[in-house]
């Protein structure tokens, strides 16, 4: 298991960017594959985007175009770019880590360890 931390959230005006960003601590191969959760109250926590130890990404369809998830394996740190932000994109977004993505792209999701989350609010 690791520690993740997140931070980058906040308020913006609608077409606005945020950048999101997840520190990882612990074992390396712990958080091999990690992803971007988010949940609006009341919805289920939906998987937005993740990435792999070699780079490879993937994304919730209505984010694609939009977001841009990356890494720095040297710090371990996980990131989320976020532009053209939509009032929809409201939610609280959480950084997740596992040894694959097995469960931890599974519905609903089960990974081994999850970040406590960074409140993003987007007006119209």
């Known amino acids: 298991q690791v520690q993740l931390v997140e931070s980058g959230g906040g308020s913006v005006q609608a077409g606005g960017s945020l950048r999101l960003s997840c520190v990882a601590s612990?074992?390396?191969?712990?958080?091999?594959?990690m992803a971007w959760f988010r949940q609006a109250p009341g919805k289920k926590r939906e998987h937005v985007a993740s990435?792999?130890?070699?780079?490879?990404?993937t994304y919730l369809d209505v984010v694609k175009g939009r977001f841009t998830v990356s890494r720095d394996n040297d710090k371990n740190t996980l990131y989320l770019q976020m532009n053209s932000l939509k009032p929809e994109d409201s939610a609280m977004y959480y950084c997740?880590?596992?040894?694959?993505?097995?469960?931890?792209?599974?519905?609903?999701?089960?990974?081994?360890?999850w970040g406590q989350g960074t409140q993003v609010n987007v007006s119209s």
């Open positions: 997740a880590a596992d040894r694959s993505d097995v469960l931890c792209n599974a519905n609903p999701p089960v990974c081994n360890s």
């Open positions: 612990g074992n390396r191969y712990a958080s091999a594959y």
């Open positions: 990435i792999d130890l070699y780079g490879t990404s």
